[in-house]
């Protein structure tokens, strides 16, 4: 089941055990049993604080397993075979339940711990969703810190009943106490702070409590975490609010064009930005959403950022870096079916879609790889281009004709998703050569029409925007208000790029650094 080398790491992984714990299994006859059963026979070995026993409750899901402290009721549980994307879920849960401190604050360890209802949580995974393993260890970890907190994780692939009767058409799916709870990627932070529900007014005040910086970055993504590293550097107060730490790149897969890494995937890069940033003297305020920005009354003053809790922020100088994110068709159905069969990441419910029928509207790159990844998954897919032609590169198109199962529309305006029973049933559209209209039934839309920016709360401020959202900037970062700066996705710089967005950011901090000099001199 494991190679020769991921079982030596994971060895000297369980070397890290320091209480005695238990897999405890659950088989059936199907083959997915003897693999499971193969897995945990390969771990029980590796330490002897692991012990291996059968699960004797007959109600529990099959194949699964529970990783159990010996003498206690702190547990995670797995329905199916937690690799792929899960298998580092996996390895945490065995050091935590362990005994294993984990790398949370002991602030949010507290409030964890402080939570008092008895809560049973249960997620449905895919193995190709890189989002998953976010909420899955997250649940994890809250449920072996507080024992009045129950998860199981499963694989929505293998547990294809339950998916059907629960209607799960998107990953991760989170239920708490056996109703619908939440769906996306949740960081830990995010998931306790929707349990703690009087932690956002908590938030506030620290942060009113806060001194001014001298340069605020707003939004952490690549641009905004270059802005933040190159500021730290300078030796100037830095601090950082983001909404999601990361921003669009950890909703991205495969990231091959980063120079020096020939290949990584969106939420490693995101941990090692997070990492790099922590290097440093950088206040970082997640889960922070900004609403609006009020500039300085005079030169050399402070601007000011309000937040959607309330509190507000101030700052010499502001790096505008709040990111992009996928455009959506705008076309009636698409909001009542999201998750109901529209969806965003072919990566992440691509496997909830098994020999289904699907549709991705957008001939670009980013479809034409969607198609191509949900053909060798799904029954059938329908690709849907606006244009007269696909946009894609050569080389992809040419992979995406040779598949038998893909048809390609051109010219095609999606016009309505249509469904049954409160999910997708199908859509429409209207050849926009003819003027004919079609149906077409399936079960899965997913949109990739390219990105539109994070600047609704900039609307009608006084930041200048382009006819698409867009912050206007010069060669230096400059916005339309001297000292407010903007870099990455958000802004009018062409070709939307993580290593064009890392340089953009520094840029921005570098002017925002001159800026203060130059004022500081006067």
Known sequence: MLDANIKQQLKAYMEKLQQPIELVAAYDDSDKSQELKQLLEEIEPMSSKIGLRTESDQRVRRPSFAIQRVGTDVSVRFAGIPMGH???????????????????????IEQIQDLDEDLEFETYYSLSCQNCPDVVQALNLISILNPKVKHTSIDGALFQDEVERREVMAVPSVFLNGESWGQGRMTLEEIVAKLDTNSAAKEAKKINERDPFEV???GGGPAGASAAIYSA????????????????????????????????????????????????????????????????????????????????????????????????????????YRNKGVAYCPHCDGPLFKGKRVAVIGGGNSGVEAAIDLAGIVGHVTLIEFGDEMKADEVLQRKLRSLDNVKIITSGQTTEIVGENGKVSGLNYTDRKTGDEHHVELEGVFVQIGLVPNTEWLKGGPVELSQYGEIIVNDRNETSVPGIY?????????????????????????????FIIRNSAE
């Open 216 to 218: 605020l970055v707003i």
């Open 86 to 108: 899960e298998f580092t879920s996996l390895v945490l849960a065995l050091l935590q339940v362990g005994g294993h401190p984990s790398k949370a604050s002991q602030e949010l």
């Open 486 to 514: 903007a870099a990455g996705d958000v802004t009018t710089v062409p070709y939307k790029q993580i290593v064009i967005s890392m340089g953009e950011g520094s840029k921005a901090a570098l002017s925002a650094f001159d």
């Open 233 to 336: 550097r300078k030796g100037i107060s830095t601090g950082i609010a983001a909404e999601r730490f990361g921003g669009q790149v950890a909703d991205t897969m495969g990231i091959e064009n980063l120079i020096s890494v020939p290949y990584t995937e969106g939420p490693k890069l995101v941990a090692a930005m997070e990492q790099h940033v922590n290097e440093y003297d950088v206040d970082i305020m997640n889960m922070q959403r900004a609403e609006e920005l009020i500039p300085a009354k005079e030169k050399g003053g402070l601007h000011e950022v309000r937040l959607a809790n309330g509190a507000s922020l101030k700052s010499k100088t502001i790096v505008l870096s709040t990111g992009a994110r996928w455009r959506q068709m705008g076309v009636p159905g698409e909001e009542e």
